[in-house]
């Protein structure tokens, strides 16, 4: 989203397998401990700088902030916001669990590999319909949903995955991933995770830091 709307940043890296998500001074800008987390030194008022955690929230935030990527019309900005929450409740969640019982559980469950799997797999299903009804995008201008659900397709073989069997999510990714600020943005950190990987395995399910 930042590179999408060409907000000036500066990318400060947590490194979540050294407990830097714990620190006082990344607690007081995200309390969950987890990130991503903002902070806007331009919220356009006197005073402290104003922090944002949650991608969902902080997608909503800058959205709103530059007028940008979440339509105004209330079905569009509704049909926008479903599709984001479906990310933030379902697909993220349930992928980073199959990831984790896939890839990184020190106990292979059967159970608990099927139930996840099963679920991400009806969630692709989903989001395949989705993308057959609306063409080029999720919802459909793009939009602050297909940046969220963005990542979590491109974990797709990790998550045991073939995108051939989501033909419709196989053409958006296409799509997604031939914009320039799509590439600029998985590029940000990438030297310095390839160096922590190499140095700390196992990487996380969702191969992310910030
Ligand atoms: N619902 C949160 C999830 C964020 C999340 O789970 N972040 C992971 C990395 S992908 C994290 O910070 N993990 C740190 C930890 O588990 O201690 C969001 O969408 O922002």
Redesign the pocket.
């Known amino acids: 989203m930042l590179m999408e709307s060409g907000l000036p940043h500066r990318v400060v890296p947590?490194n979540?397998r050294q407990?830097d998500?714990?620190a006082a001074g990344f607690t007081r800008w995200?309390p969950?401990?987890?990130?991503?987390?903002i902070v806007d030194h331009d919220a356009g008022e006197e005073g402290e700088p104003l922090s944002v955690?949650?991608?969902?929230?902080?997608l909503i935030y800058l959205a709103e902030k530059t007028g940008r990527f979440l339509p105004t019309d209330p079905r569009a900005r509704k049909t926008a916001l479903e599709w984001l929450f479906w990310?933030?409740g379902g697909l993220?969640?349930m992928a980073?669990q199959n990831g984790h019982f896939l890839l990184y559980a020190p106990e292979k469950i059967p159970y608990a590999i099927r139930r996840y799997g099963d679920e991400v797999r009806r969630l692709y299903n989903v989001l395949d319909g989705q993308l057959a009804r609306t063409g080029a995008f999720v919802a459909g201008d793009y939009s602050i949903a297909d940046m969220?659900i963005f990542p979590w397709i491109v974990t797709h073989k990790a998550q045991g995955l073939s995108l051939a069997d989501y033909p419709h999510v196989q053409r958006w990714f296409g799509t997604m991933r031939a914009r320039p600020a799509v590439t600029a943005g998985m590029e940000v950190l990438r030297e310095s995770r390839t160096l922590t990987a190499k140095k700390d395995e196992p990487r996380?399910a969702?191969g992310?830091?910030?």
Do not use: D, L, T
């Open positions: 947590v979540i407990g998500q714990f995200s969950n401990n987890r990130i991503p987390a955690f949650e991608s969902g929230a902080i990310q933030v993220g969640p980073g969220a996380s969702a992310s830091a910030a």
